[in-house]
């Protein structure tokens, strides 16, 4: 058993043994365009690992060639020790939670479910008990004899969520599970999912589109784009120090200043803006010329009188405040820019729109990256 | 009428009027035909025509007795059984291979997969009449189910296809997650699921079979009658009310597959409809 | 920068080699009913139509004339050789009793060739060697016919082992001793008639049901669950039901003391029976009646797509009903329309058993003619021929139906 861990994304799974590794795998579907280029991954047993990423990145891609339903074009899969390349779906034994969750439509719910266990020939008396215990799991007892078509978004969730446990794999995969369900109902199954993950000590492999939801669940994140991954790494890293700009802006929001490097000291560098503007930044996937393209992230915009300590500021216009409960995000044109400063509610001299107002960002807040690896 | 809420003007509401009218003379026209033949089943007259004078069961019996008709109702079911279960196999199969991926010359198979509905029967007919002579097969049952196997199989084709047109092959990527391998993920999962359309199918074709009399013509021996050729000779020569009685014993067979198929189409809508 | 393009040389190989096996697992599930379809269907219409260019008759009766004629480039005078080629050839065919298949199918390419060819058999059996052993002479003396230079450009012509012969005759053409393409003359023209009847009837029943079948559907899509159950009920029913049984019940109404003219007689529109059946009338109201449910089914399919808005949104606009109907309604079925109408006509073109039942001798279609050859005159040629034109038009119809039919799935 595993102890219950309070915040998720900071157990510690570096010495769990790999489960799931990925070698130099390669895919294409019509023999031309790389979806997914010589990937190297590794999962250790016990983990989370969300990927994450833009539309036609190569995650659902990557999910396939795990669960067997897409072959490699090149490269090899192992579980376990296992090389995946030769075995078919069916004998990989991996749990499986689609999109729309693809319930047989012409069984009950107690028959969905039972379906793994029977097509592994075990006796009826099992059969029966597991499946109560697996409508337990998901607090469902009472549906047991219903079809799919009568049960709501949510409990199908969970009913698709239950067949894919029911057979108790080692590896789960869940391509955008929550995706056709309203927030609230995605947040409570987040937390179930979570705390189903923890308590079953599952490895699980979750595609979302959500950041939030990716951050908020996770062991690791890996961010794919154009069939790469450009960072895989625990929610916490990957937010304060993404390795490259397109991470930088696909996770969390972010203000961006382009610019060109007008020198560099060590580890920081000095951005110059179109309109002039120089700006201290942390270097980290720039050299000691060219262009930069220096990202900030809201929370760590000062405004105003917050902003006095700073050496570099710039002066810019309230545009709008925008009211969200727990923060204020004040919006500031400057530069041709709409720079967006996230403050506290709190705060008791709100800027209104119109005013002049000045803000910065301390040098360790604000990082600079490679442009032509920023854009998405 | 039309569930329209707008305001009719008067020109409107006639010519609402000589539509309804229209199409009730045309519900006549499709449906009085069939009705006028069966009563003459019970007719104690010779010939095939109106008024009846007295009703009796002579020429229903005279068809239940007679040997000839017994054999033609014996055959015709027996052709249509066998040849819709040689179409359905092979047509549900090709059905399930041409809604999966593409290949080379899919368009061409597809389209000589259906060929049979749209070739001229006649040119059929005499094409199998040169080919299965030297084969041994004119004269014979085989030759006549293998004929009406291929003449059916297009329906199980378009109507299976139909039903996997709406197929969600995620169902079978599920199945083979929870361990099912492929013929039992079919066998559980998919052909439930398109069984409507197959059973459907399988219907069409011994309709196709049942109702056939062109390739027998050319292809049966003399004493291998079914009934659509016993009627087809009869209305040549004799006329005689016994056509009616046998047009009654289609009919109840029509009217029987009539409802299966409206049964399953409702099934597989309301299938659909859980999906 | 070698080593590069060659793994991704390997990666395009490798990508090839799984998408062959996917075809081939898609491609398996199609072979058996393919390869059933390519021995019951395929080959066995190839093998008929293959009977309309090949002219194999004389050539496996008479051998040896037909090495003579195939030799010769067919102007001027036969040579020599033609004639006790020939006569051994129908001596050794009238022994064997196969001379009538040469006779048969040189009545198509002489006038008189039968009676000919059946008169010389009967005459040649008796000598044993020709006077001055000369077989020319024996022949002109049977009939000068014979040594008519066009006679034996007549046999060389029918010595296959292929032949225009068939094809041209099913559109009444021929070719003259010149070998120029020629029309045959008015009165021996059958099959241009019986196309264009084919044709006419085919039109004529597809109109009909188009005009009958237009209204009924838009009713059936327009009317509430009930009444349009009923009217579908009333649609399949004739759909289901045999054809045979259809025919059938036609010909108890239509026929002279039938329940129509009986009725006609009786409220006194008329005062002797009219006659309606054994002609065009009964050919075409029977047709119409039996391939109605093919024009209302893909209409209604149609009908029940249209959205009702376009046609409210059309008054709300200001157009009148039946501008509305005219312009908006109209063509939103005309893919319905060219669905049912061709499926309608290529049924129609094929048409045997009903025309057989209840047309007259003026009245047989394609069909009818192929089936005839076959049968009673034992013109396989001519049967082939005819079979070729008919599916000529079949096919060319039956690839715009495809065309329009995936046209709308893709819509
Ligand atoms: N079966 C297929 N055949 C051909 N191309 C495909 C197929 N499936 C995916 N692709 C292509 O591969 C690329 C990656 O697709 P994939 O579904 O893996 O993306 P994704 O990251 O899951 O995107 P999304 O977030 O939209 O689900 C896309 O460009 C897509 O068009
Ligand atoms: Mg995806």
Redesign the pocket.
């Known amino acids: 058993m595993k102890k219950p861990v309070a915040v998720g994304g900071e157990r510690d799974l570096a010495h769990a043994p790999t489960l799931v590794t990925f070698q130099g795998v390669s895919?294409t579907?019509?023999g031309k365009?790389h979806?997914?280029k010589s990937l190297d991954l590794t999962i250790a047993k016990g983990e989370f690992l969300t990927?994450l990423?833009?539309?036609?990145?190569?995650?659902?891609?990557?999910?396939?060639m795990l669960a067997g339903f897409?072959v490699p074009t090149s490269g090899e899969i192992y579980l376990g020790d296992w090389a995946l390349s030769k075995k078919p779906p069916h004998e990989r034994g991996i749990g499986m939670v689609f999109q729309n969750y693809a319930l047989f439509p012409h069984m009950t719910i107690a028959e969905n479910i039972a379906f793994p266990l029977e097509v592994r020939g075990m006796n009826r008396a099992s059969v029966k008990e597991k499946v109560t215990r697996a409508l337990d799991m998901v607090r469902l007892p009472q549906v047991a004899d219903r079809k799919p078509s009568q049960l709501s978004g949510g409990q199908q969730q969970r009913i698709a969520l239950a067949r894919a446990l029911v057979f108790e794999p080692e590896l789960v995969l869940m391509?955008?599970p929550l995706g056709a369900l309203d927030k609230q109902l995605r947040e409570h199954m987040q937390y179930e999912i979570r705390s189903l993950h923890m308590s079953l000590g599952l490895t699980m492999v979750y595609?979302t589109?959500d950041q939030t939801e990716a951050l908020t669940m996770s062991d690791r994140i890996a961010v794919?784009a154009g069939?790469h991954i450009r960072q895989c790494a625990d929610p916490r890293k990957l937010y304060e120090e993404p390795s490259d700009g397109l991470v930088a802006t696909f996770v969390g929001e972010s203000n961006r200043f382009d610019g060109a490097i007008t020198g560099r000291d060590g580890d920081v560098v000095t951005v110059t803006t179109a309109a002039g503007t120089r700006l201290r930044a942390a270097a980290i996937d720039v050299g000691s010329e060219g262009s930069a393209a220096v990202i900030v992230r809201p929370e760590n915009v000062r405004v105003g009188a917050a902003a006095s300590g700073l050496d570099d500021t710039i002066a810019g216009r309230v545009a709008d405040v925008v009211y969200h409960g727990d923060h204020l995000q004040v919006h500031i044109a400057a530069e041709g820019l709409d720079v967006v400063a996230k403050q506290s509610a709190r705060d008791v001299v709100a800027p209104r729109p119109g005013d002049e107002i000045v803000f910065g960002f301390s040098t360790a807040h604000a990082r600079a990256y490679d442009p032509a690896r920023t854009d998405h | 009428m039309s569930q329209s809420t707008m305001p009719l003007t008067p020109l409107e509401r006639l010519s609402g009027w000589a539509l309804a009218g229209f199409a009730a003379l045309t519900a006549i026209f499709l449906i009085a035909p069939i009705l006028a033949i069966l009563p003459l089943g019970f007719s104690d007259g010779e010939f095939l025509v109106y008024p009846i004078r007295h009703f009796s069961m002579k020429w229903m019996e005279a068809f239940f007795a007679s040997e000839k008709w017994a054999v033609a109702v014996k055959n015709s079911f027996f052709i249509g059984a066998l040849s819709a279960a040689i179409a359905t196999v092979l047509g549900t199969m090709a059905a399930v291979g041409l809604a999966r991926h593409d290949f080379f010359g899919k368009k061409l198979i597809t389209g000589l997969v259906l060929s049979p509905l749209v070739v001229p029967i006649v040119i059929y007919a005499v094409g199998l009449y040169f080919f299965f002579a030297p084969l041994g097969l004119t004269q014979t049952y085989t030759g006549i189910v293998l004929a009406h196997a291929a003449l059916g199989s297009p329906f199980v084709v378009v109507t299976v296809g139909a039903s996997l047109a709406g197929f969600d092959h995620n169902l079978m990527r599920a199945a083979a997650s929870l361990g099912a391998p492929p013929m039992l993920a079919f066998r559980r999962v998919m052909l439930p699921l398109v069984l409507p359309g197959v059973v459907t199918g399988a219907l069409f074709a011994f309709a196709a079979s049942f109702d056939e009399v062109v390739t027998v013509l050319f292809l049966a021996a003399p004493d291998q009658r079914t009934i659509p050729r016993e009627m087809f000779s009869g209305l040549r020569e004799s006329l005689s009310p016994i056509i009616a009685a046998a047009s009654i014993v289609m009919m109840a067979t029509a009217i029987v597959l009539l409802i299966a198929v409206e049964l399953l189409k409702r099934r597989a809508e309301r299938m659909r409809n859980e999906a | 920068m070698t080593d590069v393009t060659a793994a991704e040389r390997d990666l395009v190989r490798a990508h090839a080699r799984a998408e062959r096996g996917r075809r081939w697992t898609a491609f398996f599930l199609v072979a058996p009913l393919f390869v059933f379809l390519i021995f019951t269907f395929l080959v066995p219409i190839g093998d008929m139509l293959r009977r309309s260019f090949m002219d194999g008759d004389v050539a496996s009766v008479w051998p040896q004339t037909v090495a003579v004629t195939r030799a010769w480039d067919g102007s001027g005078e036969a040579p020599a050789a033609l004639w006790p080629a020939l006569a051994a050839d129908i001596k050794a065919s009238a022994a064997s009793d196969t001379v009538a298949v040469a006779a048969r199918r040189l009545n198509y390419a002489i006038d008189g060739g039968r009676t000919l060819v059946m008169k010389a058999a009967r005459r040649l059996a008796k000598i044993e060697t020709p006077p001055n052993g000369d077989w020319r002479a024996v022949f002109a003396d049977l009939d000068e016919t014979w040594v008519a230079p066009k006679t034996a450009a007549a046999i060389r012509r029918a010595s296959g082992p292929v032949t225009d012969f068939y094809l041209l005759a099913a559109l009444d053409l021929r070719k003259t001793d010149a070998g120029a393409i020629v029309t045959t003359p008015e009165k021996d023209r059958i099959y241009r008639t019986v196309l264009w009847r084919t044709f006419s009837v085919s039109g004529m029943v597809t109109l009909f049901a188009l005009l009958i079948g237009y209204p009924y559907a838009y009713l059936m899509t327009r009317s509430s669950k009930r009444v349009a159950g009923v009217m579908t009920v009333f649609v399949l029913l004739p759909f289901w039901t045999s054809l045979l049984v259809r025919t059938a019940a036609w010909i108890v109404l239509l026929q002279e003391h039938g329940i129509l003219n009986d009725l006609l007689m009786r409220i006194g529109l008329i005062d002797h029976p009219l006659r309606l059946i054994f002609n065009r009338v009964g050919v075409v109201v029977a047709m119409t009646h039996v391939l109605l449910p093919f024009m209302v089914l893909p209409l209604a399919a149609v009908m029940k797509g249209i959205r009702p808005e376009t046609v409210r949104a059309a008054r709300s606009l200001g157009a009148t009903p039946m501008t509305a109907f005219r312009r908006i309604y109209f063509p939103q079925t005309l893919p319905g329309v060219a669905a049912g109408a061709l499926l309608v006509f290529i049924s129609a073109i094929g048409y045997y058993i009903t025309p057989a039942l209840v047309g007259g001798a003026d009245d047989q279609m394609l069909s009818w003619f192929i089936a005839f050859f076959v049968n009673d005159t034992i013109n396989w040629g001519l049967a082939a021929a005819l079979g070729v034109v008919l599916l000529a038009c079949t096919t060319v119809l039956s690839v715009v139906y495809a065309k329009i039919a995936t046209g709308r799935r893709f819509a």
Do not use: A, I, Q, R
């Open positions: 895919k579907y019509d365009v979806v997914v990927l990423g833009p539309s036609g990145s190569g995650k659902t891609t990557c999910l396939m897409e391509d955008e595609v589109h794919f069939g």
